[in-house]
């Protein structure tokens, strides 16, 4: 049951639009957080492997449906012209009524923005404004993203945002690259916390990682892009979220000039810095991953090595026992076909290491599916290297009645 739900969420978000979309067929959901408001900018976001955008007016769908983006269709009228007033349901609902039979229709068309970090006392309110989008344009997400976990009760606020709004993605966004350095321990917290609720009711999850320094968070570096999106996806996420793709703030919502937002993919310029070429590079990668990883349900989440407070190590039913020589995560998965996978990811942020896991049951064949070609090809342990923040996507064989098969 929950294998079904998560193929159809995925499917809903970037593949529903055309009848008889699959996940097969869906790319991996890869979002830019950040408002698109020219041709010039949507461009730039979909080279960089970008397909979706969180805020896009109307009058841009055009453009997203040439370069293959699905839109978050952003109106003041539905989401309000300040970030910081309390969502108002009858005005929201007065504007999904008038926008939606305007703009439904278009194929590029994923969703309506309604809140960002809703206050707990908002979501009836948001819950009323998701059945309107529901009910005018069934399968589109009404987007709403959550707060990290720094509010009391966080189980119960998740489970009311649940209860009342019935979304088709949970959403947080979780930022750990500290000035200070180093990366915060908080992002596998999150990870598990949204990883057990999504295995508990069917609903994917999508992670917001940062892109762009800002307030006291560092400017990013490749190996922080490998690991935020690497750890994202050995956690069972079925879309990713940049903050922010513009180095500048949000020219909606009443957004203040932050003063020090910089080394996003594109400078306060417009201009492609070092991040955009980096975040190609991963989200190439993600691409070829992503019809596999599409069909895969999470079954366990484990740390070797370094174990964060609150996770766990391998069990007696993990697939792989040990990993000598670093700090590594490691998710075991089943594909819809009953083949086992496993993702092995290493943590480290300045050093390679050799990649030979050490299987509870040995497997007859082990092969990889390289994030470079998207080819399954056979493992070539122990050769095979990862670069600090790398993850390798793994399938295992045993011989036909093996406990594991």
Partial sequence: MVMSCLVLFSTHLLGAIEEGANAVDSPYPLMAWDYADSEQTLTLMSECGINMVAFVPAEMLDACERLG?????FDESVSGESWQKP??????IAGLRELIPRVNGH?????????DEPHP???AALGRASAVVRELAPGKWPYINLFPICLENYDDYLNNFIEHCKPMYLSYDCYVLPESGGFGAHFWTHLAKYRAKSVETGIPFFNIVLTAAHWAYREVTE????LQTYGSLVYGARGIAYYKFNSRSLPILGAPDLGNFRMGPLDQFGEKTPTWHWLRNTNRQIHNLGPTMLKLRSD???????????QHGPSATSLVQGLPDGSWVVGDFTHEDGSRYCMIVNKSLDRSSPCTPEFTEKPVATEYISAFTGERATFPSPYFHLAPGQGVLLRLRWEEGASNQ
């Fill in 69 to 73: 983006v699905k839109a978050i269709v």
């Fill in 87 to 92: 969502f108002d349901a009858d005005s929201s």
């Fill in 107 to 115: 194929p590029a068309v994923a969703g309506y923005h309604l809140k």
């Fill in 121 to 123: 006392n908002e979501l």
């Fill in 223 to 226: 190996v922080d892009i490998r």
């Fill in 300 to 310: 366990d989440v484990y740390h070797l090595g370094d174990i964060p407070e609150d």
